[in-house]
T-cell receptor, first 112, second 113 residues
Framework: KAGVTQTPRYLIKTRGQQVTLSCSPI?????VSWYQQTPGQGLQFLFE???????NKGNFPGRFSGRQFSNSRSEMNVSTLELGDSALYLC???????????FGPGTRLTVL | DQQVKQNSPSLSVQEGRISILNCDYT??????FLWYKKYPAEGPTFLIS?????DKNEDGRFTVFLNKSAKHLSLHIVPSQPGDSAVYFC????????????FGQGTRLTINP
């Protein structure tokens, strides 16, 4: 079974721009969660989507948004990028009925 | 407010010996705990988990122990192998937010030959 895939793997943007990251979950998984990893804050939960609905949300500003499509693929959008948004963005998929989440390789976003 | 803490940023262990990684939590609503392993430039890999109704779970070389009264869990790796060198994250979840994992800061484990 193929794992979680994320595209692109690396991205460089400038302040003020916006960015869209994509995640394809493991086949059959209906839940997709997004996390941000930075050296200072560690791994922090952004939000979770299940059956195209946002089910959980972390403490991030409204510039961070997401959506999920009918095939369970998910996108995350960050608008008006700030330098502090530079991070590794990780997507994780789950069946939605168990606690275990399986992570993709991440997208490394650098904001200049 | 760090609800999940891994107080040891790094740990060095001889190959073949036991590695013990520790994790403390403060939120009594957490009822499920997971350990992940992470190599550089890769996403975390799920290792082992434990429900709060248990105090031990074993999977091959990996055993997780949970002490609810102390709000403490530990991961034991026996015997330690060079391929175990990685960053290990402890994570916790509460039923109401099952897919919302709260992670510790991680412990870098180095296995010396």
């Amino acid at each position: 079974k193929a794992g979680v895939t994320q595209t692109p793997r690396y991205l460089i943007k400038t302040r003020g721009q916006q960015v869209t990251l994509s995640c394809s979950p493991i086949s059959g998984h209906r839940s997709v969660s997004w996390y941000q990893q930075t050296p200072g804050q560690g791994l922090q939960f952004l939000f979770e989507y299940f059956s195209e609905t946002q089910r959980n949300k972390g403490n991030f500003p409204g510039r961070f948004s997401g959506r999920q499509f009918s095939n369970s693929r998910s996108e995350m959008n960050v608008s008006t990028l700030e330098l502090g948004d530079s991070a590794l963005y990780l997507c994780a998929s789950s069946s939605g009925s168990t606690y275990e989440q399986f992570f993709g390789p991440g997208t490394r976003l650098t904001v200049l | 407010d760090q609800q999940v803490k891994q107080n040891s940023p790094s740990l060095s262990v001889q190959e073949g010996r036991i590695s013990i990684l520790n994790c403390d939590y403060t939120n009594s609503m957490f009822d499920y705990f997971l350990w992940y392993k992470k190599y550089p430039a890769e996403g975390p890999t799920f290792l082992i988990s434990i429900s709060s109704i248990k105090d031990k779970n074993e999977d091959g070389r990996f055993t997780v122990f949970l002490n609810k009264s102390a709000k403490h869990l530990s991961l034991h790796i026996v015997p330690s192998q060079p391929g175990d060198s990685a960053v290990y994250f402890c994570a916790a979840s509460a039923y109401q937010g099952a897919q919302k994992l709260v992670f510790g800061q991680g412990t870098r484990l180095t296995i010396n030959p």
